[in-house]
Nanobody, 111 residues
């Protein structure tokens, strides 16, 4: 079992940047494919990005391609989501996932 804790959310103006972190504990972090999801008010939770165990293979939702990058540091048991050129529609609670969910971190982008 893996425990996941997200951090790094906050309030930012449109066009700004944030870096989210997901710290994992409880199991061998490096064996997991890791994902970021987000859920905006009144909407379903949606996929944002994924990264394989090596960090060499990534995938992104079309809505964030070219603006977000995903990375991981297996030595630190941590995954990151670098979010640039943020838009108001990126406002959501962001969750990391590795077979288990974290508690989420709020990202709010003001126009």
């Amino acid at each position: 079992q893996v425990q996941l804790v997200e951090s790094g959310g906050g309030l930012v103006q449109a066009g700004g940047s944030l870096r989210l972190s997901c710290a994992a504990s409880g199991d061998t972090f490096s064996r997991y494919v890791m994902d970021w999801f987000r859920q905006a008010p009144g909407k379903d939770r949606e996929f944002v990005a994924a990264i394989d165990w090596s960090g060499d293979n990534t995938d992104f939702a079309d809505s964030v391609k070219g603006r977000f990058t995903i990375s991981r540091d297996n030595a630190k048991n941590t995954m990151y989501l670098q979010m640039n050129s943020l838009k108001p529609e990126d406002t959501a609670v962001y969750y990391c996932y590795a077979g288990y969910w974290g508690q989420g971190t709020q990202v709010t982008v003001s126009s």
